[in-house]
T-cell receptor
Framework: DQQVKQNSPSLSVQEGRISILNCDYT??????FLWYKKYPAEGPTFLIS?????DKNEDGRFTVFLNKSAKHLSLHIVPSQPGDSAVYFC????????????FGTGTRLTIIP | DAGVIQSPRHEVTEMGQEVTLRCKPI?????LFWYRQTMMRGLELLIY????????DSGMPEDRFSAKMPNASFSTLKIQPSEPRDSAVYFC?????????????FGSGTQLSVL
């Protein structure tokens, strides 16, 4: 039972345009969400996070939006750059003190020069 | 800091053989996680430790899998006997409670191929 779903296995975007990666979750106990980025032959690295008390968090070119009623979050990258080409994982956790992260299946983003 | 160190980077073995994956977490981190990455299921949590004690092993597929953390600087994940369906990338990650919530630091992974 996949509690965190990334329904798009891949996405291609022109350099300079906006990349939008989507994530849905089913567990209403999740209250903290993260995005990780993974390059080939490397481990995932933390990118950005958002608490359920917010609906938006921004860090430079990266913005995460959270829609709790729809149990949906998205990652926006503006403008997209070739170095953004990677696999992006959405992750979620329930309540502070529970360090367990549940990850999605990932979306491979390719930025076309 | 050297980050989370995993060994070996690649392991090719035959079905039925024992496989041992190793992990050295970041010094000072009190949580250690073992994840498995497959195309179908993404990153699955297998087991995690807090202060060397297993907290949740509900993700361990079956009795063929076992994990230990004898001290704060070392952990192993063992598969015995291995099967072709165990082929995947296995990641170790660590974190510390005083840091940003749930922010994990991953190693580079072990690519396991069981023939």
């Amino acid at each position: 039972d996949q509690q965190v779903k990334q329904n798009s296995p891949s996405l291609s975007v022109q350099e300079g345009r906006i990349s939008i990666l989507n994530c849905d979750y089913t567990n209403s106990m999740f209250d903290y969400f993260l995005w990780y980025k993974k390059y080939p032959a490397e481990g995932p690295t933390f990118l950005i996070s958002i608490s359920s008390i917010k609906d938006k968090n921004e860090d430079g070119r990266f913005t995460v939006f959270l829609n709790k009623s729809a149990k949906h979050l998205s990652l926006h990258i503006v403008p997209s750059q070739p170095g953004d080409s990677a696999v992006y994982f959405c992750a979620a956790s329930a309540r502070r003190g529970n360090e367990k992260l549940t990850f999605g299946t990932g979306t491979r983003l390719t930025i076309i020069p | 800091d050297a980050g989370v160190i995993q060994s070996p980077r690649h392991e090719v073995t035959e079905m039925g053989q024992e496989v041992t994956l190793r992990c050295k977490p970041i010094s000072g981190h009190d949580y250690l996680f073992w994840y498995r990455q497959t195309m179908m299921r993404g990153l699955e949590l297998l087991i995690y430790f807090n202060n060397n004690v297993p907290i949740d092993d509900s993700g361990m597929p079956e009795d063929r899998f076992s994990a230990k953390m004898p001290n704060a600087s070392f952990s192993t994940l063992k598969i015995q006997p291995s099967e072709p369906r165990d082929s995947a990338v296995y990641f170790c990650a660590s974190s510390f409670r005083g840091g940003s919530r749930e922010k994990l630091f991953f190693g580079s992974g072990t690519q396991l191929s069981v023939l």
